[in-house]
């Protein structure tokens, strides 16, 4: 594909199974000169049997893992020349993806979905038009939390992976708001904007 001129990237989702081999599967990528990007959340299966995320790496290694590689290239968040700046609390988004603008995805059962994690929201292709699902898809991104979606109140905000398409999947609720996420959001904040080294992360936010 290299020779192509196709882009190529390699993606992984690391489980605790094979964490220590993380640096031989980065070879790959390093061997080919191309990206490699990785992923440790572990959420329910399709089916949302939870037993899978008994093979998720632990927050602890995966936070190390993430500060490690962006003190490799540090830089400084919100000053980018694109940045968009949002007055949450006026425009209270749900979503902060692109969901239902740039892009759907299909599952194994033919459904198109507006994302992997919003699959339960899927709709067969073989029954209905394209055009007519992807336009549905464009209610999402105008869809505006409640006032009291505490999500919106925090500071650390921008560094937080929840998903209110994956809330609803596994606890029915859209502004469902998991600790996971908090503790992984706030310990981001904490290194990321106050500078505060991994070692002190630790026991602030019990990792």
Known sequence: MLDA?????????VLNLYYLELEKIKEIANTFDIPFRTGFEIFPSIDNDSS???????QRDSLKYEFEEFDKHPRTFGEESDVEIVNLLEERPLFRCKLGRASCAI???????????????GKPLTLENFDDIWNSFSQYPKMKASENYRCLRCEAYDFCDICPAMMQFVHDDLEYVDEHFCKSAKARYDHYINQIKFSEIVSKHNL
């Open 107 to 121: 599952d194994f059962e033919g459904n198109m979905c507006p994302c992997m994690s919003f699959r339960h929201a």
């Open 52 to 58: 899978v995320q008994q093979y998720a790496v632990s």
């Open 5 to 13: 001129g196709i882009r190529v990237s390699v993606k992984a989702t």
